[in-house]
Every structure is written in structure tokens, then in C-alpha cells.
């Protein structure tokens, strides 16, 4: 592996600073996607910034209905916690459908927030990938694009998936993601904070240089809502989605007059399905009704060679997650 | 806040490239002794081991940091040792390779397999994804500081008893994951749950079955509490 130098920041002004006159920042927290990479010498640090010590690792429920999670909160914690539990259900499936349990033990909020594609061709250092290389291209389009590559989202630059399971829940939660930066704090919707690839597939994220997760803070809950996270997968346990589905409903006897619908496996980015939420708000519940809802959400999906599964799996991720949710 | 420099580590040494690691003192006609020896203090209870023990110290740096070095502390199944290591010292190579510890398996060596799951402060991590310096100050439990001399831990007892292993190769990251759920009250106690927490640790041997029923037998000698 790489030689590289070591900082341990005290507070999160002081990692900021302590990159400012280095190179891209690179903060350690967890370590579990970073240093993967850094082995893999698919990133390529001069400087690691150690942010364990700061005092990030608090989950505390705000006055006007929200919870604010510190970015070095673990996986685990997150998953466990009863506030989280119990008013955001699919937030504690979703984690605890994701990794292992010694990968969700070190992993952090941030880190999660933050992790990297799982396309081989952006993991195997040498084919064409415009994340890796910006301007080499993309192997994945027409190279073997079955598991983690998407269908929504994608572009003629860049078609990977990305790969949380808690960032699903997060956007159909609804966040803020809170920054720290050489000029002060300021927030991010959890919804403007990952990119599409676009033209810029290595833009991945709206984080200005040097800047810093510090918190996510969840919306506050719907009122009287249930939520489930469905995920759809080679293998039963420890695998990325191939479809995934965090529904949250909020129901007046048969009818919904509340949804909030995301996806995962699917999309460039964890995907918002706003079109399907508002097909289902003021319906009854039916399941024809859920397969439309599960189209929508795919509209506009385009296949390729090897992933036109998704397309139809995505729409019974939903419909299935919405079925069971309001059974 | 302190900040290591570059390593400027000589050309033509593969070891220290791969590994991170100058294996100064590796010696493989002493394998597995060392590992013993370290086992002087051990727990059925990883988490309360270093709280519980009284702790040894052993310096295995006596001079200052090098270039790119930092000094750290770590204390491992109760013994504190002091060294220095370099910054992209992964903290699996520095326990087997440095501290002789070689109970702790490297596998994939990309967080995917658990052969190097250990525990630190109570809590099972892939060894393979942490650099040393990260753990400055933590206590940690390999696979070496869970017997009591002659006597295993019951995890270890249970999979002996229920063959639960083939090659051998996983099983020190199986029994160290299967040593943390017992002690985790948040992962249930029936067999899906089990095998949901362990989906961690891959067998290549497929010894699942086996496994399994080790730490569900286990679960009950260890008084019926996890």
C-alpha cells in the first residue's frame, strides 16, 4: 500500500485547516470504503486527516421533531438506536440490510454518506472509468454492467449504482447533510448532496473542497407512518442490492394520504421516486394501484445489456414493499 | 495534533511495500509460541478483559519514532505494548507481523471475509480495514487471549466439540464474530438472526452448519444470559 502522512484532528475546524494547504482532502473515519481503495490504489492520498476523536457520535432528538445524527455515529449505533427504531423503522432496516456486522460496527454516518461506487472497472485500477480517469471512458457500458450498474440516472459517461442501502432510507426520510468548511457551516438537502453523472461522473458529491460532514439531521418523522426497507439480492445476506425500495405511508383507514418512496441498486444516485408518491397520496389501497405506483417509479428507466432485470425488479420492489407495508 | 512525514522507505523491500509492516522480528521457527505466551490473560467476556486484568507492558520500540513513524499504544489481550509504526501500517499486519500474533488470519484482506475479524474494546472489526494509528490507546482481542491456559473459551470448546470448521483458515474470525454476538443483546438469539450477524465470515468450506450449532451450543454453556 501507499505511503501517506497522518493527522488527528481535535475538532472539525482543526481537520478543515489541517488540509488547506495539502491536496484533496481525505478524512478517516471508519475507514471501510477508504482505505479498501487506498489498498486497491484506486484513491491515492497524500494525507490522511484522522477525524475519529472529534466529538461527532451523538444521535439527539431536536425540538421541532427531528434527530440529529453526528457523522461518526456507527452503522450499528444508528441501527440500534431505539429513536431511530422506532420513528424511522426503514432508516434501521436499511442499515441493518447492508454489510456486515463488522463492516456496520466501523463504518460511519459520513463514511456511508460518502462511500464509493462498487463497479469493478472503478475498483480494478486500469480500465477506462471516467471517476477513476475523468476523460477515459466507461467499460461498464458494454462490459459486464449486471449487478451494480443502474438504470435510472445513468449517462453515456458513467453507470454505476450507487451502493448504500442508508442513504435509500435517508432520502425518502428527507435530511439535511451539515458541512463544515474553511468558510463556516452550512447545510446541504440530502436530496442535492449526490450527483448525477452527467458530463462530470467524478463530481460525486456537493461537497465544496475541504469541507467536512459534520451532521445529517433527519426530517421529522410523518405523523402516524409506517415504513419498511425491502432489498432485493443475490444472495440473501451481505450483497448489494440489486432493487431495494424504502417506502414510508401514512394511512387514514384504507386510504393513503401520505407516501414517500425511494430506491436503491437502481440509480447513479439513491433515487427519490416523487412521481410515484404522488400517484399513490389520496388512493385506496389496491394492489393494481401498487403496480402502476412500481412503474412510475421506474419511468424513464433505460436498460443495458446485462441489467434489463432491473427495470421489472425495481417495480416489484416497490409494489411488494407497498403491499406488505399496508397489509 | 500530530503529523508523521513522508516515509521515504528505501527502494527493493516488497515486504514493507506489501505489507506496511517492517517485519523486524519476524521469525517463523517461533510461530505460534509467541501467540501463547500472550495469551496470559484472557476472558469469556472480551469487552471487561482489560478493565478485569492487570496489564503487562512490553516495549517493542525502545527508540524514538522514524521518519513517517508515530509511537502508539495498544493493548492486546492485556498486555500493553509500545511501538512505532508507520502510517499506512494496517493493523492486521502489525499484529501478526510485529507482535507475532498470527492467530489473526489475512483472507481477502478488503473487509470482505472476516478471516481478521478481531475485537476492539469489545467490538468485532475487519483488522484488515483500520491502520494501526487509529487504534493508539484501544484495547484489542484476538483469537490468543480467549483461551485461559489449557482451557478454551466455551466458543472455542463448542466448535472443537461441533466440528465446526474444515480448513481452518476462517475460523479464528468465525469464533471472534461468534464471541461478539454472544455478548451483543441486540442481535437475537434464534438461528436466523445468528446467521444473519455472521454473514460476515465467509467458509469456504461451507462449515455453516456446523458453525452455527457451535454458537448456539455455546449460548448455553455460556449460562443462558446471551
Known sequence: ?327 | MTETRDLNKPEGSPDVEASGVIPSRRNFLKFGVSGIAAATVSTWIPDSVVAAQLTTEVIDDEGAPGAGERRIQLTVNGQLHKLNVPANAILLDVLRDRLQLTGTKKGCDHGQCGACTLLVNGIAINSCLSIAMQHDGDSITTIEGLSQGDDLHPVQEAFWDHDAYQCGYCTSGQIMSAVALLNDPNIGTDDDSVKEAMSGNICRCGAYKNILAAIQSARGKMGGTV
Not at chain 1, 484506486?42 to 427531528?66: C, F, S, W, Y
Open chain 1, 1 to 327: 500500500m501507499r505511503t501517506f502522512d497522518y493527522a488527528r484532528a481535535q475538532s472539525p475546524a482543526q481537520a478543515v485547516s489541517s488540509h488547506a494547504a495539502s491536496g484533496q482532502p481525505f478524512y478517516l473515519a471508519g475507514g471501510t470504503t477508504l482505505l479498501d481503495l487506498v489498498k486497491l490504489d484506486v484513491m491515492q492520498p497524500d494525507r490522511l486527516v484522522d477525524i475519529n476523536h472529534l466529538t461527532l457520535k451523538h444521535i439527539e432528538p431536536l425540538a421541532d421533531g427531528r434527530v440529529r445524527i453526528g457523522a461518526l455515529v456507527s452503522n450499528t449505533e444508528l441501527a440500534s438506536h431505539p429513536l431511530i427504531r422506532e420513528r424511522y423503522t426503514v432508516l434501521s432496516q436499511a442499515i441493518l440490510a447492508g454489510a456486515s456486522t463488522q463492516l456496520r460496527n466501523k463504518a460511519t454516518t459520513g463514511g456511508n454518506v460518502m462511500q464509493r461506487v462498487r463497479c469493478n472497472y472503478f475498483r480494478d485500477g486500469v480500465s477506462p472509468c471516467n471517476k477513476r480517469q475523468p476523460g477515459s471512458g466507461c467499460a461498464a457500458i458494454g462490459g459486464h454492467n449486471r449487478s451494480v450498474h443502474a438504470v435510472l440516472g445513468t449517462s453515456e459517461h458513467c453507470i454505476a449504482t450507487h451502493p448504500s442501502d442508508m442513504c435509500v432510507a435517508m432520502a425518502a426520510i428527507g435530511a439535511q447533510v451539515t458541512v463544515q468548511g474553511p468558510s463556516g457551516v452550512r447545510e446541504i438537502a440530502f436530496s442535492d448532496f449526490h450527483m448525477l453523472p452527467g458530463q462530470t461522473p467524478w463530481v460525486e458529491h456537493a461537497l465544496q473542497p475541504h469541507e467536512l460532514i459534520t451532521h445529517v439531521t433527519l426530517d421529522a418523522p410523518l405523523a402516524n407512518s409506517r415504513s419498511a426497507y425491502l432489498k432485493l439480492r443475490d444472495r440473501e445476506s451481505y450483497q448489494f442490492a440489486l432493487a431495494s425500495s424504502a417506502v414510508i405511508v401514512v394511512m387514514d383507514g384504507q386510504r393513503i394520504t401520505d407516501a414517500r418512496i425511494a430506491l436503491g441498486g437502481v440509480g447513479t444516485k439513491p433515487w427519490r421516486a416523487l412521481e410515484a408518491e404522488r400517484a399513490l397520496v389520496g388512493q385506496k389501497v389496491d394492489i393494481a394501484l401498487f403496480n402502476q405506483v412500481g412503474e412510475r417509479a421506474m419511468q424513464g428507466a433505460r436498460a443495458y445489456e446485462h441489467n434489463a432485470f432491473k427495470i421489472s425488479l425495481g417495480q416489484q420492489v416497490v409494489t411488494r414493499n407497498l403491499r406488505d407495508l399496508t397489509a
